[in-house]
DNA sequence: TTCCCTTGGAGAGTGCCACTATCTAACCAT
DNA sequence: ATGGTTAGATAGTGGCACTCTCCAAGGGAA
């Protein structure tokens, strides 16, 4: 198919595609003549991954363009496209280690990660993983306002967390090709977010509703 | 204190300051003179609110200007005004009524819900929620991309959903004020979710690595 | 009193990002 | 041949979160 028709059939505006081509988040079309690219249903899938991405989820054109670029990383083993994509993903940069409220932060958070057994890796260690420099970036603004953030007030939160991690792994093993168990990783663990904390919000309404309200 | 003195004991430049006044989110420095005015801790406090809420957060600067207005707002009870200020978060759109996905999306959505015994509040119908309509928006990517999010894949999610809600508001009720509760509510909503995320992307990790790396 | 530095306030300007519009040369259908 | 598409490149747009520049009014030191 023509540029057009993908167009048409994603729903996305073909500047937007050709932008998307541009930036890299699309592989060219099979060039026909000079004038003329066809377009597979591959490059159609694709374009809706990247809208999701970026729309849902929220994620920056440059570091989806970083993400897909490790789904096709031949080079890497599974695991490593993994964990180069999630850590694209956009993270808080290295706290100040002057603040004390950072320090503090760290503390807790390291309490909470050795109290659950989690382990370091030894090729990635999680001490430098954006993840975790985005949690302390949270645990210490919370700390700077004074709301409660200590290792025992994190833990419940860390439990229901790993609840999610095996829901989502579940449902990345259901799928057979490595490649496939690779992009349904990166899109579940993207897409998965907005729905996570808008069932936290209706839940939230609800269990609210079920103390305060009386009827 | 004066400006200068808020900004060195915030860490937020004085411009910055001088232009979170002039949007509202911030209220007016008490006026000494013609070019003078003083801001006390309540300001201090309020600016690291607004710094994390746009920060950590990442809630846009007019949106935080509306949260901050409800709870701000004495016409309002305080479960009004937590209603307002979650809802000038920013969601998805309501959805388009003649895409197949987004109407799939729905009856998934409305079945977990009801399958959970979730109430639609009579003055706040859940249904027009802001956060449902980034669940659907959320959902029906998923669906369009051919990724499982059926009820029963959801329900383990709304699950672990329902047992953060009950330690959020497990937090809110150790304060004693209602409008620290709701400022509590606020801030815990908001800067709890990067702490969720985070929290899960490093459980994944974990349950990644006990599933797939045999030392 | 005079000089000068600082302050609060207002408007314009900046940089970044995600597009989007315009242009051009090539191509295809008629 | 010719009118409408198309791919690709370049420049422009609009929104957002600041940030810079200017100004008149204080206030402190000499």
Same mark, same amino acid.
Request: aromatic share 0%.
């Given at each position: 198919m023509r540029l057009a028709e993908l167009s048409e059939r994603s729903g996305v505006a073909p500047a937007t595609i050709k932008y998307y081509l541009r930036e890299g988040l699309l592989p060219p079309g099979h060039r026909v003549t000079a004038t003329q690219a066809d377009y597979d249903t591959a490059h159609l899938q694709r374009l809706k991954l990247v809208r999701a991405l970026i729309? &849902?989820?929220? &994620?920056?054109v440059a570091a989806a363009k970083e993400v897909l670029a490790a789904l096709e990383d031949d080079s890497l083993d599974h695991h490593s496209q993994l964990g180069v994509a999630v850590e694209a993903l956009p993270n808080a940069p290295e706290p100040d280690p002057a603040d004390p409220h950072a320090r503090a932060a760290r503390a807790s958070v390291d309490a909470l990660v050795d109290g659950l057994g989690w382990q370091y890796g030894s090729s990635d260690p999680q001490g430098s993983s954006g993840a975790y420099r985005t949690l302390l970036a949270a645990v210490t603004a919370l700390a700077r306002l004074g709301y409660p953030c200590s290792t025992e007030e994190l833990a419940p939160y860390a439990a229901a967390a790993a609840q999610v991690a095996v829901t989502d792994l579940d449902l990345v093993e259901r799928y057979d090709a490595p490649a496939e168990q690779v992009e349904a990783a990166v899109a579940l663990t993207v897409l998965y977010e907005p729905v996570l904390l808008s069932l936290r919000r209706l839940a939230q309404a609800q269990e609210s509703a079920r103390r305060f309200v009386r009827p």
């Open positions: 729309q &849902v989820g929220r &994620v920056p």
